[in-house]
Nanobody, 120 residues
């Protein structure tokens, strides 16, 4: 059973960088043909895909967030990390990490989500 757990600060000041880590257990982030994604849900809004890192290490980003987003990984710790730069209050959301199967873009495992609030 694959498990994902988000971690990071719950409060970030405007203009700073939001950094979150997803720790994966029960499966390797280098296993063939899976994307390891970040998704967020602002209050009262739908889910927004932010980006993903493929098992090969290639990273992909939402066009709307690409200029502010970086996703990296540490295979020795089986973790991957989201960095979102120059945050504003509009970046306040619940942030999720999730595994996505390449075939059919199927989300099969999710973290529980972590609330991040951007406020001074």
């Amino acid at each position: 059973q694959v498990q994902l757990q988000e971690s990071g600060p719950g409060l970030v000041k405007p203009s700073q960088t939001l950094s979150l880590t997803c720790t994966v257990s029960g499966g390797s982030i280098t296993t063939n043909y899976y994307y390891w994604s970040w998704i967020r849900q602002p209050p009262g809004k739908g889910l927004e895909w932010m980006g993903a890192i493929y098992y090969s290490g290639s990273a992909y980003y939402s066009p709307s967030l690409k200029s502010r987003t970086s996703i990296s990984r540490d295979t020795s710790k089986n973790q991957y990390t989201l960095q979102l730069r120059s945050v504003t209050p509009e970046d306040t959301a619940v942030y999720y990490c999730a595994r996505v199967a390449h075939m059919g873009w199927t989300y099969d495992y999710w973290g529980q989500g972590t609330q991040v609030t951007v406020s001074s």
